[in-house]
């Protein structure tokens, strides 16, 4: 009984694939922009600016005007993640949601290649049904040579790091087999963050801290 039961979760867990460079979803992932990025982003408790659009030289079905800078598209030591939760859901509640992906096509902007991942895996969103919808983005970050295995711990340390825009997938594919739904449309292409700021929270620690050390300086003097 433990066994069936085991299999039904499974069964109606949502999948959705993680393909990249294909006829209906094709987005490339950036380096940081600098100067020229001018979205705000956080996720995490850290934030940032990125640019987000799609590149004119993003192949396929789906070529924009955004511009980001010539030979700057990731590759290898870099890593993507699917973030997902129930539909409708805030893009801060949403949860990494594995596989992790690390294989990419090798090229830089100019050649078409760069910035895209290969994968054809699938995901599988915890707590929404196969056929229900789900809330999507992804996020993605310098893994240091594979060292570097979470967002998280690529925020944590610094490294680069990056979120895409969020969209809703319907119809997501079933356990049971089938041909899961691609990632929606509305994530495009994007760049990792120019610069980390601290949260309202953080900063406002930190004035404590500070306060609370001169005191005890003036208390000493």
């Known amino acids: 009984m433990a066994l069936l039961a085991g299999a039904a979760s499974v069964y109606s867990q949502g999948f959705i694939g993680l393909s990249d460079y294909g006829a209906s979803f094709t987005i490339q992932v950036f380096s940081s922009q600098g100067a020229a990025s001018t979205t705000p982003v956080s996720f995490g408790g ?11 030289n993003t192949s396929l ?3 924009g005007t955004t511009s980001y800078a010539a030979g700057t598209a990731l590759g290898t030591g870099y890593s993507v993640e699917l973030l997902a939760g129930p539909a409708n859901s805030a893009f801060a ?3 990494p949601t594995g596989p992790i992906i690390t294989t990419w096509y090798s090229g830089n902007q100019t050649s078409g290649l760069g910035g895209f991942w290969q994968s054809g895996a699938n995901a599988q969103i915890a707590g929404v049904a196969g056929g ?8 993605a970050w310098n893994n240091e040579g594979g060292t570097v295995n979470s967002l998280a711990a690529a925020q944590s340390a ?3 790091w990056g979120v895409s825009a969020s969209g809703q997938s ?8 089938g041909t899961p739904p691609n990632l929606p449309a509305s994530i495009t292409s994007f760049s990792l963050i120019s610069t980390t700021v601290p ?7 930190g004035i404590m801290g500070a306060s609370a050390f001169l005191m005890r300086l003036r208390r000493k003097a």
């Open 46 to 56: 850290y934030s940032g600016m990125e640019v987000m659009g799609q590149s004119p």
């Open 61 to 63: 079905n789906n070529p």
């Open 93 to 95: 509640g949403l949860t």
């Open 132 to 139: 229900a919808s789900a809330t999507v983005a992804l996020a």
């Open 158 to 160: 610094g490294d680069p």
């Open 170 to 177: 319907a119809g997501l594919g079933a356990g049971g087999g």
């Open 199 to 205: 949260e309202p929270s953080t900063i406002a620690l």
